[in-house]
């Protein structure tokens, strides 16, 4: 993935377009999924954005392919996107066929000729409301410099997302988002909970706040809420 400093240039002329111009975020969401696919001359690109359960949604690809890939990382909860989104970090495949990692998308992803994955995540005031993700039919190693460019290339969009979301507060997208936002801070504290009642990592607390939330069939922001109300109160 070469990226000269033309395409750069022209990527930033395409964002101040669409964070001046007057399309809704949708539109917007999808110019952005248009221009990094063209600005990084690969195979598919997508963009995916965390809900108030804290799951990603994909909300625009380049392709259905592509789309097909997102929704079997958000149903196996495994994947490229989903440890991006997790860790906070770029995350990057150069070659699927030889990466053990993430065995049920792994699969899928190969037999419809994707072999490397590069995912970058959106941030938003230190955390993270989803992800960028541009992908590859052949074998890529991604260069130093091609990463770089994507997590500055997500930076600008995340500027761009952030702002439309406080001039479009009916936005169906600004409405997920904000959603989003407002149960963080529940998860956030209940992870706090679990790290010092139990002594684990926030990764741990989180899988476990997830699992119960599941096997309750419940809201994982309601049993977040119930976590935090009950140390509040007093032992359990």
Known sequence: MNVSMHDVHQALVQLG????????????????????????????????????EQHLRNVAASDERFAHLEDLQIQHQEGPCVDAFDAKELVGVEDLESDARWPAFRKAAVARRVRAVLASPLPYNQDAVGVVAVLSEQRH?????????????TDLAALLIASM???????????????????????????GVLVGRNGITPREAY?????????????????????VQNAASGPE
Request: aromatic share 4%.
């Open 17 to 52: 377009r669409l964070r001046f111009g007057e399309m809704n975020m949708e539109e917007a969401v999808r110019e952005i999924v248009h221009t990094t696919h063209a600005m990084f001359s690969v195979d598919g690109a997508g963009l995916m954005l965390v809900d108030a």
């Open 141 to 153: 190693p991604w260069s130093p410099e091609g990463e770089l460019a994507l997590l500055a290339f």
């Open 165 to 191: 979301m406080q001039g479009q507060e009916q936005s169906e997208l600004a409405v997920q988002l904000q959603a989003a936002l407002k149960s963080r801070q529940v998860i956030e504290q209940a992870k």
């Open 207 to 227: 899988v476990q706040l997830r699992a119960q939330a599941r096997n309750e069939r419940r809201k994982l922001v309601t049993v977040c809420r119930e976590v």
